[in-house]
């Protein structure tokens, strides 16, 4: 809530990622929003630094997983299934760790020019 308190008081979202579904973003945005709310749950301090630049230390401390991190967590998460819906979630899931895994396995150019000139 970026504004004071009273009749001045707005939120706003900022996207999680440009790429991501903007229905089932909001679906699971607001879902978590709900129960936050329910369970007086405070949200993290937000990062404003740029992730690139931190170590790995940086990142563990701020929390910044990776996707396969994330996938672990929200497997766990009965608030993201709730919004979802079983359907959605297990085809979302599912979506996703194929694009991991195709991530990790995937050869780029700078590999093929560092590693294959040493053979």
């Given at each position: 809530v970026p504004a004071k308190r009273g009749n001045a008081t707005?939120?706003?979202l900022r996207s999680p990622d440009?790429?991501?579904n903007p229905?089932?973003?909001f679906a699971v945005i607001l879902q978590a929003c709900i129960d936050g709310v329910k369970n007086k749950i405070e949200p993290p301090a937000p990062v404003e630094s740029n992730i690139y630049q931190l170590s790995s230390r940086e990142r563990e401390l701020q929390q910044i997983t990776t996707l396969e991190e994330a996938l672990c967590e929200m497997s766990k998460?009965?608030?993201?299934?709730e919004a979802l819906g079983e359907h959605i979630y297990n085809e979302f899931c599912?979506?996703?760790r194929k694009e991991w895994d195709s991530f990790r396995t995937y050869v780029s150019t700078w590999e093929i020019d560092r590693y294959m000139d040493t053979l």
């Open positions: 707005r939120v706003e440009p790429s991501a229905y089932l973003a998460s009965k608030v993201v299934k599912q979506a996703k």
